[in-house]
């Protein structure tokens, strides 16, 4: 088991920027992916950044609608993901989820999910 504990969402004006944090604790030692997806209402859940387990910091990952604007990083003394928000756009406004996967034994855990608005 794998539990995730999420902070640093909010309210923020249109080009703001916020970050969040998730830390991970309990059977850690197997993951390979650590990052966010988000929901907003009425759509369907979608990868935000990740990153992976290749050399000592991993290598970052980005959807395509948040590539330019956002940073993920791992920080694995810590077993902690963060994202980096820049130039929030109102189209960004969601639950923003934290998530962990392993491979073997293959599993995917979540977080509890953080808002974030961004307003016009």
């Known amino acids: 088991q794998v539990q995730l504990v999420e902070s640093g969402g909010g309210l923020v004006q249109a080009g703001g920027s916020l970050r969040l944090s998730c830390v991970a604790s309990g059977n850690t030692f197997s993951i390979n992916f650590i990052g966010w997806h988000r929901q907003a209402p009425g759509k369907e859940r979608e990868l935000v950044a990740f990153?992976?387990?290749?050399?000592?910091?991993?290598?970052?990952h980005y959807g395509d609608s948040v590539k330019g604007r956002f940073i993920v990083s791992r920080d694995n003394d810590k077993r902690a993901v963060y994202l980096q928000m820049n130039n929030l756009k109102p189209e960004d406004t969601a639950v923003y989820y934290c998530?962990?996967?392993?491979?073997?034994?293959?599993?995917?855990?979540w977080g509890q999910g953080t808002q974030v608005t961004v307003s016009s």
């Open positions: 990153v992976d387990s290749v050399g000592s910091t991993g290598r970052p």
């Open positions: 998530y962990v996967q392993a491979l073997s034994p293959p599993y995917t855990f």
